[in-house]
């Protein structure tokens, strides 16, 4: 299993329907890599460690707001790999840590 230190595994989903992917993406991504920390952000309660309550937002763009103003409070690494439920790791192999070197990927 790949390790990438200083790095937060962080989610955000507040469409509850959602959550069986949201979970199943979550999993999938800490199968292939070992974050040194892992975030799941949602108004409803996930039954995990890693479940941090959050205001339910109403719409895409109150989401984007979060993101770009919020999300780095629930953050205490340098680095964040944000997933979602239709997006997570598929080739862990892949990984580079010059990666690292850059704002966004």
Request: glycine share 2%; net charge negative; proline share 2%.
């Given at each position: 299993m790949k390790s990438i230190k200083n790095c937060t595994l962080i989610g955000i989903e507040g469409v509850q329907k959602r959550i069986p992917q949201f979970l199943k993406a979550s999993?999938?991504?800490?199968?292939?890599?070992?974050?040194?920390?892992?975030k799941l952000l949602s108004p409803f309660n996930l039954k995990r460690k890693e479940w941090v309550k959050i205001k339910s937002m109403k719409d895409r763009n109150e989401y984007c707001r979060f993101v770009i103003k919020q999300l780095?409070?629930?953050?205490?690494?340098?680095?964040?790999?944000?997933?979602?439920?239709?997006?997570?790791?598929?080739?862990?192999?892949?990984?580079?840590?010059?990666?690292?070197?850059?704002?966004?990927?």
């Open positions: 999993d999938i991504c800490q199968h292939y890599i070992n974050f040194e920390d892992v780095h409070k629930y953050v205490k690494t340098d680095y964040f790999l944000l997933f979602q439920n239709d997006g997570w790791i598929l080739n862990p192999d892949a990984w580079d840590d010059d990666f690292l070197n850059y704002d966004y990927i």
